[in-house]
Nanobody, 125 residues
Framework: VQLVESGGGSVQAGGSLRLSCAVS????????MGWFRQVPGEEREGVAT???????SYADSVKGRFTISRDNDKNTLYLQMNSLKPEDTAMYYC????????????????????WGQGTLVTVSS
């Protein structure tokens, strides 16, 4: 199983970015998958998750601004981030876990099976 993130970068507050997570080794629709972020010195936070049923779960801090989705044909997970704020600055990681069924459960779980290498998002004020 391999997860490769891309799409991070620097943007001004109010701007948008779309993160991608290319998956190999399994089908994105069959696992619970999600996006997490971490700032140095702080705990990793579950941002958005999606399960095999298509249900999603979002952190309160990103609700209404971020959207998680997947493209089964491209076997890719996405995170559309709009109205970005400086506090969204972090390393963003894609994760997958075959043993978790529900998006809400995955978002609050730290020990997951598969992780990508991360992509950095920097939002300036």
């Amino acid at each position: 199983v391999q997860l490769v993130e891309s799409g991070g970068g620097s943007v001004q507050a109010g701007g948008s970015l779309r993160l991608s997570c290319a998956v190999s080794g399994y089908t994105v629709s069959s696992y619970c998958m999600g996006w997490f972020r971490q700032v140095p010195g702080e705990e990793r936070e579950g941002v958005a998750t999606i399960d095999s049923y298509g249900s999603t779960s979002y952190a309160d801090s990103v609700k209404g601004r971020f959207t998680i989705s997947r493209d089964n044909d491209k076997n890719t997970l996405y995170l559309q981030m709009n109205s970005l704020k400086p506090e969204d600055t972090a390393m963003y990681y894609c994760a997958a876990d075959p043993y978790i069924l529900f998006a809400a459960t995955m978002r609050t779980t730290r020990a997951l099976n598969h992780w990508g290498q991360g992509t950095l998002v920097t939002v300036s004020s």
